[in-house]
């Protein structure tokens, strides 16, 4: 069928179908998180691109939005951006794999900053010489989790403690200052999660769907006066 055959109709749903499909993945999220005295609204940027060997893992490049936590006495303090680091090396055949960021990097947490849009997060902590993996998964997040800057020389981490049998899936936030690690809520197995709820932007979920119906109508139209 040629191209100038195609109507209007079946434009719109050419793009709808390209725009529901995988590869529409949304790339902006409204971040909400609450527990512990410590909350914070937040929207984070993904690539579009998954993480090699980590299954259904995007990397997380950007965030912004406001930070509280009532013990510390930050109120609405600025996010300042992401503490930046590499994506996973040295995958183990099961998955799992050691931090791109650890605390030896002075920042008081070990992070990894990817995000599991699905919220299937594996069980990605390897056996160590010191103490057993940790086995559990699940969640947007990972143990690793997402870190921070705050206003103020903050460092605040974000994680999944997985769904732990008996107590279901939970999430843990901390902050530190000068690597020294000054307040945390739900570690693992304390039965304590903060609330987090992610949603997709609106913005990012139209934006391929919307791009593909423009460049259709425009070589429609071209087409036409042909």
């Not at 719109?12 to 527990?35: E, I, Q, Y």
Request: proline share 9%; hydrophobic share 40%; with cysteine.
């Amino acid at each position: 069928m040629s191209i100038k055959g195609i109507g209007v109709g079946s434009l719109l749903l050419f793009a709808a179908v390209v725009a529901g499909s995988p590869m529409a993945k949304a790339d902006g999220f409204g971040l909400v998180f609450n527990g512990g005295g410590i909350s914070g609204t937040a929207t984070i940027t993904v690539s579009p691109t998954g993480v090699p060997g980590v299954p259904g893992a995007y990397q997380i490049t950007g965030i912004s939005g406001t930070f509280s936590d009532s013990t510390l006495g930050i109120l609405n303090a600025s996010i300042t951006g992401l503490v930046p680091v590499g994506l996973p090396t040295g995958i183990h055949p099961d998955g799992t794999f050691i931090p791109p960021g650890s605390q030896a990097d002075g920042y008081g947490f070990s992070w990894d900053n990817l995000f599991y849009p699905g919220g299937n997060s594996p069980a990605v902590c390897p056996p160590d010489p010191s103490e057993p993996p940790y086995p559990f998964g699940g969640g947007m997040f990972d143990i690793y989790g997402l870190l921070f800057t705050v206003d103020g020389g903050y460092t605040v981490d974000l994680w999944s403690n997985g769904v732990i049998p008996g107590i279901g899936l939970t999430y843990g936030i901390g902050d530190a200052l000068d690597g020294e690690v000054l307040h945390t809520f739900g570690e693992p197995f304390s039965g304590q999660s903060v609330d987090v709820v992610a949603t997709p932007e609106p913005a990012s979920l139209l934006l391929l769907g919307t791009g593909v119906l423009g460049t259709l109508g425009m070589i429609r139209r071209r087409l036409a006066v042909r």
